[in-house]
Nanobody
Framework: VQLQASGGGLVQTGGSLRLSCAVS????????IAWFRQAPGKEREFVAA???????????DYADSVKGRFIISRDNAKNTVYLHMNSLKDEDTAVYYC?????????????WGQGTQVTVSS
């Protein structure tokens, strides 16, 4: 499985940005796909995930810090997962990474894309 994140940039506080994660590989439709971020001097943290629930059903999971502001979505026809980020705050500034794993309970994310920088500034 290979992942490539894109869409980062500089945005004003309160603005919006959409990140994309292009996913390639076998059986990727059943993989859980997530977004993580790492701010300078901080540990990497979970942002959002789409977890496979069978068939073409997925359920979304969000960190408390982004609930109500970020939306994760998936277009299987384009093999792309999106992170729609709204009402951006300065503290959302970070390098954002997309990651994938097979839907095995307890399994860690083991496929990672390169990061894309998001900078939020007033």
């Amino acid at each position: 499985v290979q992942l490539q994140a894109s869409g980062g940039g500089l945005v004003q506080t309160g603005g919006s940005l959409r990140l994309s994660c292009a996913v390639s590989g076998r059986n990727i439709g059943i993989y859980d796909i997530a977004w993580f971020r790492q701010a300078p001097g901080k540990e990497r943290e979970f942002v959002a995930a789409l977890r496979w629930a069978g068939g073409v059903t997925y359920y979304a999971d969000y960190a408390d810090s982004v609930k109500g502001r970020f939306i994760i979505s998936r277009d299987n026809a384009k093999n792309t997962v999106y992170l729609h980020m709204n009402s951006l705050k300065d503290e959302d500034t970070a390098v954002y990474y997309c990651a994938a794993k097979s839907p095995t309970p307890g399994k860690e994310y083991d496929y990672w894309g390169q990061g894309t920088q998001v900078t939020v500034s007033s």
